[in-house]
């Protein structure tokens, strides 16, 4: 068919796929994970969503806020479904303030699964003044906020290296090659054997880098398996649908000498 | 306007047509004879009164929950990712949406520029064509402001400072226009006041567009005039509805794909992170469909000479009727002018290209290039070409040369693989 018309439509694809360029010279491609996922059917693989949270919890958490999650959300569908009774238990190991009471008071109490994840600090001040005038940024959507997502993520967390002779860095920068600039303020807070995984995972850096971008990524996209789900749905539905309608234009067009 | 007398059948009905005439407009748009020939560039017409329709009922819903206020945009977007039922889905329909818009609203606009349908008589047809596309685009701007996020704010800084270019007024203007000294919670707050009108101005303009496309009729893909109704024509419904709808629907697979599979592949990463006035991007980048303009805008050195630039490559178009000078409409007779319109299409494409790049080096040279050609294109091809072009053999109807074959081959088979 019509030549100029598929040049076109040619055109147009080669227009949108060259849209999001833009890179600084000194980054490195970050690593290209297998993610569960990733693709038209991917889902979370859930015991690495549990091993996540446990990451998030004892080692990220002490800097960075992850404000848009509440507790409820890791019993939800399509996240780390932990079962109720763990939900209850990991939201009462937080003290949460409450109030004011009745005298006007704030106070102290264990959290509910309705309450929002504990900021580690008070307000982003007191974040930035005491991590050396950098902001731990939000985790809530940070795979989001990031150009490369999940792989950039976790390239990140096993990206440190000594840095390369002649780079002099100031106190409290590391050298991450993946970084935009290579210097950045987190330190390497990855050892292998970290953390103890109640599954008997061997908690590698590799192990728990992934898991915990895994976790930031189902944090940041927590629909993504029902989207998923709900799109191979759609689309199989509009497909038959646009099979239909192509036969009834077909037959209503045979009427005339056109064709369609 | 209607060919024939239409009498309801039913007395309540012949009682409320006398009335009103809303019968008689609904048998016109039933019976509106449409040229037979209409190929699948001019079904993007419906597809763009889908998109308004989609954006102005998930609008609706998101502006719902979402609240226009510097301290809480960003989270309330959030809330409606998570905690508002198919939040996420309602927003991605309308993010994507936007996107779906210009994407057709393009091809429409170059549907148009190769068949020839902005010339006489359907100029004004194509003058209404350009102000929706002029009120899309404000109203684009000022949605992708409202997450908040850093790529909202610094669009909007950039964006809102072209006005202070203007000698003497500028500031002041551009200060008017924020509510405040920066871009803050006022301008959040207008901005999304008017992103919830414009789409209303919009529905106003397509109705108006599609009145003044009744008058004429469509322009056809061999560009002729056609009697109407005549066997060269046949009833919008159910023929072009019909084809429409399946045009809609492949249209409709694209859509859902990028709303299910890759929802924020067309948005910025920047954007996930809350609007920062003390914090600027490394490149701030505006939206993909605004970005050719962006590259004109950054072409010139001068800041007022590239706002004058970017609003001429936009206003060049409202007098694009009258810069063609050539009689004949459709390109497929016209073999110039058909080189220099795919010179354009690439042309455009390039300054979207270079637009989302750093404006320096070859990007810079590029930028130059491209919006020189750009205006050389309907400044001096489209006049001069137009007199000096010998156009080929066209048909007199849309129905001989393909009924009969025979008289002029080479003339029939062109046509055909048109239609």
């Not at chain 1, 939900?87 to 102290?108: C, L, N, R, T, Y």
């Not at chain 1, 728990?208 to 976790?215: R, S």
């Not at chain 2, 009108?197 to 056809?220: C, E």
């Not at chain 2, 046949?234 to 249209?251: E, G």
């Amino acid at each position: 068919m019509k030549r100029s018309n598929l040049r076109l439509v040619y055109l147009i694809i080669l227009f949108i796929i060259s849209l999001r360029p833009i890179q600084s010279a000194e980054m490195v491609d970050p690593i290209k994970v297998d993610w569960s996922f990733k693709g038209l059917t991917g889902t979370f693989d859930r015991a690495s969503l549990q091993r996540g949270f446990q990451v998030y919890k004892e080692v990220c958490s002490s800097c960075h806020s992850m404000q848009y999650l509440s507790y409820r959300n890791l019993g939800e569908k399509g996240g780390p479904e932990f079962s109720e009774e763990e939900v209850k238990a990991i939201a009462a190991s937080f003290e949460i303030q409450d109030g004011p009471d009745s005298q006007g008071e704030m106070f102290e109490r264990p959290g509910r699964p309705s309450d929002k994840f504990k900021n580690p600090y008070p307000n982003v001040q007191a974040a930035i003044a005491a991590n050396g005038g950098a902001y731990p940024p939000d985790m809530s959507v940070l795979v989001k906020a990031r150009k490369g997502g999940a792989n950039y993520i976790y390239s990140v967390l096993v990206g440190y290296e000594d840095p390369p002779s002649g780079v002099t860095l100031d106190d409290g920068v590391y050298y991450n090659k993946y970084m935009i600039g290579n210097k950045i303020k987190m330190p390497n807070n990855l050892s292998d054997g970290l953390v103890e995984y109640a599954d008997g995972t061997a908690s590698t850096v590799n192990q728990m880098a992934k898991d915990v971008t895994t976790f930031l990524a189902w944090a940041a996209e927590p629909e993504l398996e029902e989207r998923h789900k709900t799109g191979v749905k759609v689309i199989i539905y509009l497909v038959l649908l646009t099979i239909l309608v192509y036969l009834s234009m077909k037959k209503i067009w045979s009427r005339i000498d056109t064709e369609v | 306007m209607s060919e024939h007398e239409y009498t309801p059948k039913s007395k309540a009905g012949k009682w409320f047509n006398d009335r009103l005439p809303l019968l008689t407009l609904g048998a016109h748009l039933t019976d509106y004879p449409t040229p037979k020939n209409l190929n699948y560039w001019w079904t993007f017409g419906g597809i763009l009164t889908f998109c308004l329709i989609t954006q102005i009922v998930t609008g609706i819903v998101l502006a719902m929950h979402y609240v226009a206020h510097a301290d809480l945009a960003f989270a309330s977007v959030e809330h409606i990712m998570r905690n508002v039922n198919y939040g996420w889905l309602i927003r991605y329909i309308h993010s994507n949406g936007a996107s779906m818009f210009f994407l057709a609203v393009y091809i429409h606009i170059f549907r148009s520029l190769f068949y020839g349908s902005y010339k006489s008589p359907r100029e004004v047809i194509w003058i209404i064509g350009l102000m929706i596309y002029l009120l899309m685009m404000a109203a684009a701007f000022m949605g992708y402001v409202l997450p908040w996020g850093q790529m909202s704010f610094w669009g909007a800084t950039v964006i809102t400072n072209l006005f202070s270019a203007i000698p003497l007024v500028g500031d002041s203007i551009t200060t008017w226009l924020w509510g405040a000294y920066s871009v803050d919670n006022p301008t959040l707050n207008r901005f999304f006041s008017l992103h919830y009108l414009i789409p209303f101005l919009i529905l106003g303009l397509v109705v108006l567009h599609i009145w003044a496309l009744h008058v004429p009729g469509n322009n056809n893909p061999v560009g002729i005039d056609i009697k109407k109704p005549s066997k060269d024509t046949v009833p919008f419904h159910p023929y072009i509805t019909i084809k429409d709808a399946f045009a809609l629907l492949v249209f409709m697979i694209i859509f859902a794909g990028f709303v299910f599979f890759t929802p924020n592949v067309l948005g910025h990463s920047d954007n996930y992170i809350p609007a920062n006035p003390l914090v600027t991007p490394a490149h701030i980048v505006p939206e993909w469909y605004l970005l050719p303009f962006y590259a004109i805008l950054r072409s010139v050195p001068d800041k007022l000479g590239g706002v004058i630039l970017m609003f001429s490559a936009i206003f060049i178009l409202f007098v694009l009727p009258w810069l063609d000078t050539s009689k004949v409409r459709s390109a497929v007779y016209r073999p110039i002018y058909r080189q220099f319109f795919w010179i354009l299409v690439i042309d455009v494409l390039v300054l979207g290209y270079v637009g989302a790049m750093p404006a320096e080096g070859i990007y810079l040279v590029l930028a130059r290039v491209g919006t020189i050609y750009y205006f050389l294109h309907f400044i001096v091809v489209m006049p001069v070409v137009g007199f000096l072009e010998k156009t080929d053999p066209i048909p007199m109807s849309i129905s001989e040369p393909v009924l009969s074959g025979g008289a002029e081959p080479s003339v029939a088979r062109k046509v055909n693989e048109k239609i």
